[in-house]
Structures are given as structure tokens and as C-alpha cells.
């Protein structure tokens, strides 16, 4: 039985053998491997062989896409119509514009309303508008060689001049400025009070010492009866009190003048006023500061707000008995109005709103 055995696995192995060997593993990568089964008793192997698979090529036929052809589109042409900028409407012309005169001090902010109100250039602006001073103003506005003044309030001689004249003022505040008092920047006084300066201008305090300062005596220059800045120390300054005479030399006619002698060899003893917007931006002095007033500052701020003790009202001054419609009326009015207070500021004020 052994012997038969041994002849069953030889002829077995011989088989194997020859099939192995006759066929060549055309897939070696894809084949399984031998799986062989062994039971109790005989010995029997069983060999699965896995025929490669061969897959039959498939052919896609290529497809053929129809040609779109797009029809161009052709838009038809907009025609745009050419817009005509209306002209601007102004509020005047050079032939309805009343009649301004004024203070040295408003000039620009004059300047200002006629370019807005009538659309010159600054330079035709300036050949149209004139200004004399402040108490000439009063006097054409009184006589009625002037329909509308740009000033500050009028002196009670000038309210007695349009009395006898049988004339009475309206005014119209239009913007804010402020009285201001300049000294060398050599005196090492900054700060005067109220009180301080009344007794100044009515020579009770004569020596810088008896303020703060070096022991010199000051110098109180003054401005002539019935100026702007005369009229503005009279009204907010003295009020009751009077001024001291002042000899012709301590009175200089204009307010250039008296800044400038403030610059001279004895600047540091002088003292003088003036208003805001003219020393600070219309006559500009090296070597002036502006005294505190009660320890304020005078500056676009403190102005503004009422801060400092001296803020001003800037007026336009006409006859009461203008017509309700006149162009002196509606030019006050629009003063008033957002784009006429941008030319008051433009001149130099702050914004009477």
C-alpha cells in the first residue's frame, strides 16, 4: 500500500511538472497564488490554476460635435444728448448790489460777500468794493451816499449825527471778532484785567510795575474820536468811566500806526488796542503779542465761544427806512443763510450761529 502511495504522489509531481513547466505566467503580477487542500487519510492536493482574463479592448467611437456658430450681435448705437449746464443764478449783479462801505477791518470779509453773491473774481471784487473807515462809513451811510455799512457798533456821536439827521439804524450781527490789546513781546506783562486797564487809560496806574512789570512807565497809545476801535474802548472798555486826554502823538490816526510804534525803542512801556482779525491777519507786527484779558487769551476759540471777556459782534448797518424788499434787506438775510456765513467766515469771522 506504501508502495502504491508513492507511485500515486510521483505520477502526481511528474503531472505538475509538466504543466508548470509547459505553460509560460503571461500576467505574473495579476495571477493568485497556489491553493492547496489536504484531508485525513489519502493525501490529495488539488491545484486551482486562475486563467488570466483578458479584457477586450473597447473602442468609443469619437463623437462629433456640431459646430455652434454664434450670431454676432450688433447694438445699436446710443446717442448721447449733450447736456447744457444751466448757468449759475447769482443773488446780484454788479447793477442791483447796494451800495457797501465799511470798516478797514471788514474789507475781506466785503470782498468775500461780493464774490459769493455776484461770482467776481477777487480781483474784479476789489475794483468793484470800497471801503472808508469806520466813522466816514457812518457819516455816507447817514447821508445817503452808502445803502448798507459793515461795522462795529456806532459811538453815541454818531447815533446823535443820525439823530439830527432824522435817521435811525437797524443793525444785523453777522459775524463774531474781538477787542484786542497789544503790547512789545520784550514786557514780560501777559495778562491785564478789566480793571487794571481802566485804571490805565484814566491815569490812575502809570508805572509797569504797579501790574507786574519792570518800573517803566507805560505808554497808552489811543485811537481819534469816532474810530472803530476808539468807539469799541469807549462802549466795552471805560463804559462810564472817561478817558484821559491823550496828547496828539499818543493818538495815531490809523491802527497800523499803532502797531507799529509798539515795535519801536520803547515798546516794552507801550500799550495799545486794536481788533482781532486786523492784528492778527490784516497788519501782521513781528514782535506784538495780545495781552490776556482776566487771564484769557484771545484766539478763534475763546472768541467763538465767548470766552473772552472782549468778543464783539460784527454788524450790517442800514436806514430803517429801507423798503421790506430792497436789495439791502435781502442781502442781510442771506448773510444769515449757511453759504452767507461761510463768506463771513471766509473773511475772517467766526460764525455769528
Known sequence: MKKKNRMLISALSLMLCVTGCGEKNTNESSAEPTKVAASTGDVTQAVTKQEPVTEEPTTQEPTTQEPTTQEPTTEEPTTQEPTTEKPVEYLFTKDTYPRVDGATAQYPMSIEIAMATMGLTQTEAEDFIKHNKTSQAYYNLIHGDADVIFVSEPSDD???????????????????????????????????????????YSGKITNWKDVGGADKNIIPYQRPKNSGSQNLMEKMVMKDRPLMEAPSHMVPVGMDAVLELLTYENGPEALGYSVYLYAKELYVVENIKFMKIDGIAPNDRTIASGEYPLSKVVYAVYRSDEPQDSPVRKLCEWLLTDEGQEAVVAGGYTSIR
Open 158 to 200: 454818531i447815533i446823535q449825527q443820525a439823530k439830527e439827521a432824522g435817521v435811525t439804524f437797524e443793525m444785523t450781527g453777522i459775524g463774531r471778532d474781538a477787542f484786542v490789546f497789544v503790547t512789545n513781546e520784550e514786557n514780560p506783562v501777559d495778562s491785564l484785567t478789566l480793571d487794571q486797564i481802566r485804571d490805565i
